[in-house]
């Protein structure tokens, strides 16, 4: 009679059946076979295959029992580092999972008659660091993988060289104190650091610079140093603040004599004044918002639909500085959109456009050129204090369309 396919009904049915772990005393590792009961094991203890498997085993049992061992250490191992790495685990739970797979090899097929003997080799081979404590026995895996050694010593190689580097700047910095020590040395001369105290706590350190000012220009070096030792020791002496009138003279007469050529003279107000004002004008002013009512805008953004995307209107109304009412100068509709969904718009030169951002902001003027290759535009402003002049250089979203063109 054939034997029973692979596919058959009766085969789909015993894999049925033999589905999930059985009992282990039913078990035969020299045939690779589980019975349900104990009937079908005495069955199968009976039968010729296992009677001549039976005889091999007895031809060379340390063959059989080393594969079986090695098998079972492999996969121990194996599950160990996989699942659990380098961390202390218990026994049993590494056990348990082991024993899920139902192919698995059996330890009462390995050389090893219990789990605790098993664990006990692992730690005197070296393959595993073994504890034991009042729950059981707790494994760590060793990991010698030349992959995570090269690793280590890598790593360890890095550290040793980092060291090495702050060892041997260490040295250098040491090797410099001693040579500045050595050369003070030398010279016969020490230097003592001490704290800075005030005799009287009640005097006040002052700097005539008044005096240092107006010596400056007629003194010769040597006077000068001494000025400025004169002028320290009577300051320490008298203990007196330096007076503001006396300073303001000295730097007009230094003034004086630095415009002598022209005969104009300026004071230190004056000075200050127009310091102010090319702070004011090199200064350049921008800000985060930058949207202005009666400009020209491009909506650039497609949440609003296809009929508003790439089309222009004007800012009627600008809410909370970065919101702003716009009408559409196609249909006349109004939406209200944010400022980062809207673009300037660049006329035609001699149209008229408004400054949005930077120094010349709120001013309008008319356009000259684009600039292409820097992206901006000239114009020549037309309102403020800077009325009739040229600027370039003024970036695309700076500035806009003025809308009053259009109607």
């Not at 961390?87 to 348990?96: D, E, F, M, P, Q």
């Not at 024993?99 to 059996?106: A, G, P, R, V």
């Not at 059981?136 to 090495?164: C, H, M, N, S």
């Not at 370039?392 to 979203?397: A, D, N, S, T």
């Amino acid at each position: 009679m054939p034997k029973q396919g692979f596919l058959t009904p009766k085969a789909i049915g015993n894999r049925i059946k033999s589905k999930g772990l059985q009992k282990l005393r039913w078990f035969c590792q020299m045939c690779q076979k589980q019975c349900r009961d104990e009937n079908g094991f005495k069955c199968h203890t009976m039968s010729e295959s296992h009677q001549r498997q039976l005889l091999l085993f007895a031809e060379n049992e340390e063959k059989f029992l080393d594969s079986f061992s090695e098998e079972f250490f492999d996969s121990f191992m194996e599950l160990l580092r996989r699942r659990f790495g380098t961390r202390r685990v218990h026994c049993n739970v590494i056990y348990n999972e082991y024993i899920q797979d139902k192919e698995h090899t059996h330890m009462n097929a390995t050389k090893w008659e219990t789990l605790t003997e098993f664990v006990k080799w692992l730690g005197r081979e070296g393959f595993c660091t073994v504890d034991q404590t009042e729950k059981g026995w707790f494994i760590t895996y060793i990991d010698r993988d030349p992959a995570t050694i090269a690793r280590q010593e890598a790593v360890a190689k890095k550290e040793k060289v980092e060291l090495d580097d702050e060892e041997r700047i260490q040295r250098f910095i040491q090797r410099q104190v001693e040579k500045g020590a050595g050369g003070a040395m030398d010279q016969g001369t020490s230097q003592e650091f001490t704290e800075l105290q005030r005799e009287d706590d009640e005097s006040r350190v002052s700097f005539n610079l008044g005096k240092m000012a107006a010596t400056s220009k007629t003194e010769p070096k040597d006077s000068k140093m001494k000025a400025v030792s004169d002028a320290t020791s009577s300051n320490k002496s008298h203990s007196s603040w330096a007076n503001p009138l006396k300073d303001q003279q000295s730097v007009t007469k230094k003034d004086g004599n630095s415009h002598g050529k022209s005969g104009k003279r300026k004071s230190a107000l004056d000075e200050i004044i127009e310091e102010e004002e090319r702070k004011k004008k090199a200064k350049v002013t921008r800000t985060e918002n930058w949207l202005t009512e009666g400009i020209v805008v491009k909506v650039t953004t497609k949440r609003l639909g296809e009929k508003y995307h790439k089309k222009k209107g004007v800012i009627t109304e600008v809410r909370d500085l970065f919101t702003g009412v716009v009408k559409m100068v196609d249909t006349g509709a109004k939406i209200k959109v944010d400022q980062q969904h809207v673009e300037t718009v660049i006329p035609a030169p001699g149209k008229l456009v408004l400054v949005v951002n930077g120094p010349h902001r709120g001013q309008k003027g008319s356009l000259l050129s684009l600039e292409d290759q820097s992206f901006s535009v000239s114009i020549k402003l037309q309102t403020g204090h800077s009325a009739g002049k040229m600027v370039g250089g003024i970036p695309y979203e700076d500035v806009s369309k003025l809308a009053i063109q259009d109607t």
